[in-house]
């Protein structure tokens, strides 16, 4: 699978919102060329991987997994898919993380964003 590269200048806007009826949120990230929804989860588990690497004083990588949690693992009012670490050598993961990375298409996005003022 191919990745896309999307810089600042792509990320149009960032919505965080709890739908109506439910308890947790929900985060759309509008891009240059589309539109993504994530899941309060997600977004969960994304923090705790910028917190394990960019506020760690040595760490470089940290790979999370999606697994499904029985019941009598996961805490109360988390979802039954979690993303846990995996344990996965630091090395190996900046190794294949750098490849994607450098591979990656850059995405066309207008740089030109009109800016609202609020």
């Excluded at 898919?81 to 993961?93: C, M, P, S």
């Amino acid at each position: 699978m191919s990745a896309r590269l999307y810089p600042n200048e792509c990320v149009k806007r960032i919505v965080a919102f709890i739908p109506p009826g439910h308890q947790h949120a929900r985060f759309i990230i509008e891009l240059g060329d589309e539109k993504i929804v994530l899941h309060e989860a997600t977004v969960a588990g994304i923090v705790r991987a910028y917190a394990m690497v960019a506020l760690h004083p040595t760490r470089r990588a940290v790979e999370l997994r999606a697994k499904p949690l029985s019941a009598g693992e996961k805490k109360h009012g988390f979802a039954r898919w979690q993303l846990i670490e995996t344990g996965r050598d630091e090395a190996v993961i900046v190794e294949e993380a750098t490849r994607v990375w450098e591979e990656a298409t850059l995405a066309k996005c207008q740089p030109n964003i009109k800016v609202l003022n609020y």
